[in-house]
């Protein structure tokens, strides 16, 4: 059934799939409904007094933002469940959604509905690998979340630098894996000569990288973090430095007028 509703009897969704409203993309979509009027309804269930939003939450924003008295809406008699499964899959394969803002479905999922990993991957239609992957990523520091909402890294990527169990090793892996651009072959290489201390140099020729929506490309040199030489990224090795060490670094990179490793 589909009527206008006032706006004041909206209510956001309980789960917003989005951890981000892009505002620039709201405002550009309140120009559009000025000038078009409101295509399409946007998707509403009645709890109470009010109607929840299922569908629909960005042009429920752009109609607030016009201060419209009124939005037309599609009403439906949903229950919880269908509620949710209804809004994830709504938004679930849009090209704006991030590996975070999937995690953050799934953990809502597991966490708050308590929903099992097995009872996930049936409802969503995915494999039971990107679900453990989506888990993991909700867990990650908001160094490598950050990395992953810009696609700075691929998800592959993210998953080999946590592996390091040291925030500042975590943070040098990841500059360099932005800086440079890496394969999770790559990076899983750095941690291992990370923990097996190896101060050897490699003879490997620097891999072919792949990023994300990105063109083959071949990465030829990084720059030594200590002495500022360059050499072929396949020589790049990692070392256990305790933290008088690794602030000497810091300052050496400094005396190079480089920047700080963030």
Not at 41 to 57: A, Q, T, Y
Not at 62 to 90: F, N, P, W, Y
Not at 128 to 156: G, Y
């Amino acid at each position: 059934m589909e009527k206008e509703i006032m706006m004041s009897k909206i209510v956001p969704p309980v789960l917003d799939v989005r951890e981000r409203q892009d505002i620039d993309k709201i405002t550009e979509l309140a120009q559009s409904i000025k000038e078009r009027g409101q295509i399409q309804s946007i998707v509403v269930r009645p709890i109470g007094d009010e109607f929840e939003i299922i569908v629909g939450n960005r042009r429920y924003l752009a109609c607030k933002q016009l201060g419209r008295e009124k939005i037309r809406c599609s009403v439906k008699k949903l229950s919880d469940e269908d509620t949710i499964l209804m809004r994830v899959h709504e938004n679930l394969y849009r090209e704006d959604m991030t590996p975070v803002d999937e995690a953050n479905i799934v953990a809502y999922l597991h966490y708050e509905l308590k929903w099992d990993l097995a009872a996930i991957q049936s409802k969503l239609s995915k494999t039971r690998a990107w679900v453990e992957t989506r888990i993991d990523i909700f867990h990650m520091p908001s160094i490598l979340k950050d990395a992953l909402r810009e696609k700075q890294i691929p998800v592959a990527v993210a998953n080999q630098i946590i592996k390091a169990d040291e925030h500042e090793k975590q943070k040098y892996f990841l500059e360099m894996a932005i800086n440079h651009g890496a394969t999770a072959r790559q990076v899983m290489q750095w941690i291992i000569d990370f923990k097996n201390e190896s101060f050897a140099a490699g003879n490997t020729p620097p891999p072919e990288v792949v990023l994300a929506g990105s063109h083959p490309q071949t990465i030829t040199e990084v720059e030594c973090g200590i002495c500022g030489h360059r050499m072929h990224a396949g020589q790049a090795i990692a070392m256990n430095t305790c933290h008088t060490c690794w602030t000497e670094i810091y300052q050496q990179k400094k005396a190079r007028n480089q920047p700080p490793i963030q």
